[in-house]
C-alpha cells in the first residue's frame, strides 16, 4: 500500500490481520537501527510512551521517590533491541530515575502458572517440570 490511511483502513476492515502488523515490528526496529530517522523516530515515540505508563503508574502507586523493579514485558521489549532499550532507559531515568527496569527471561503466562502450582500447593517436581515444558517451546 502506498499510503498509510490505506494500511489503517485495510486495519480497520480486516484485511489485514494483526499478526501481519505484528510482524512488523522487527523491520521497523532493524530499519531504525540502519539509521532512517522517520522509523528511529517511531522507536523513540515507543520509548517515551513506556517510560510515561510506567512513571505514571509508580506516581499513582506512590512508588516514584522509591527504588522499585518495573517489569518491561511483550515481544518487542523482550527482544532486546538496543535502540530501544537505550532510550527507554534514558527516558526512565528521567521520569522515575529510582525505577529499576527489569526483562523477565521468561513468559508472564509462566509466572501465572507456578503461581498457580503455589496456591495448590504442588510439589517442586512440579514447579520443574512446568518450567522445562516452557522452555521447550
Known amino acids: 500500500m502506498a499510503r498509510a490511511i490505506e494500511v489503517g483502513l485495510a486495519v480497520h476492515f480486516g484485511e489485514i490481520g494483526r499478526g501481519r502488523l505484528t510482524g512488523l515490528a522487527p523491520v521497523l526496529l532493524d530499519t531504525a537501527e540502519a539509521g532512517d530517522e522517520v522509523a528511529r523516530g517511531v522507536v523513540l515515540r515507543l520509548a517515551e510512551e513506556v517510560a510515561i505508563l510506567g512513571s505514571v503508574a509508580l506516581r499513582r502507586l506512590d512508588l516514584l521517590g522509591t527504588a522499585a523493579d518495573v517489569v518491561l514485558g511483550?515481544?518487542?521489549?523482550?527482544?532486546?533491541?538496543?535502540l530501544?532499550?537505550?532510550?527507554?532507559?534514558?527516558?526512565?531515568?528521567?521520569?522515575?530515575?529510582?525505577?529499576?527496569?527489569l526483562v523477565p527471561e521468561e513468559p508472564p503466562l509462566l509466572g501465572a502458572a507456578l503461581l498457580a502450582l503455589d496456591?495448590?500447593?504442588?510439589?517442586?517436581?512440579?514447579h520443574a517440570a512446568l518450567r522445562t515444558a516452557f522452555r521447550r517451546r
Open 119 to 126: 496456591h495448590v500447593a504442588a510439589p517442586p517436581s512440579a
Open 84 to 101: 530501544l532499550m537505550d532510550a527507554v532507559a534514558d527516558r526512565y531515568a528521567a521520569l522515575a530515575p529510582r525505577a529499576r527496569l
Open 74 to 82: 511483550g515481544g518487542v521489549l523482550a527482544a532486546r533491541r538496543p
